[in-house]
């Protein structure tokens, strides 16, 4: 089966940190550019990062600049999000897809969407 697998999601204090992983299963992320989205209750899933295939070009949404880093390891066939100073906004299920080779912001130009994984910011 084509998808991704996340992973690192749990319970966190404001102001503490989590590193998500995405794997690949299934296919290589040869030419594949690979976002960060999240859907919170009753919300629609939304972009919060992505990375380029083509130049490693990285891509935050506004409310997460400067706490989020977004990288990838081809080779581990694996990206992944390391996540600071969390907030309970943040609080949502975090999910990876991909498509070829350039990021963009809407979530259903990309696939191979996992399970996703649970964040919950909360003390």
């Known amino acids: 089966q084509v998808q991704f697998v996340e992973s690192g999601g749990g319970l966190v204090q404001p102001g503490g940190s989590l590193r998500l992983s995405c794997a690949a299963s299934g296919f290589t992320l040869d030419y594949k550019a690979v976002g960060w989205f999240r859907q919170a209750p009753g919300k629609e899933r939304e972009g919060v990062s992505c990375i380029s295939s083509s130049d490693g070009s990285t891509y935050y949404a506004d409310s997460v600049k400067g706490r989020f880093t977004i990288s990838r390891d081809n080779a581990k066939k694996t990206v992944y999000l390391q996540m600071n100073s969390l907030k309970p906004e943040d609080t949502a299920v975090y999910y990876c897809?991909?498509?070829?080779?350039?990021?963009?912001?809407?979530?259903?130009?990309?696939?191979?969407w996992g399970q996703g994984t649970q964040v919950t910011v909360s003390s």
């Open positions: 897809g991909s498509r070829f080779r350039v990021c963009v912001r809407r979530p259903r130009d990309f696939g191979s």
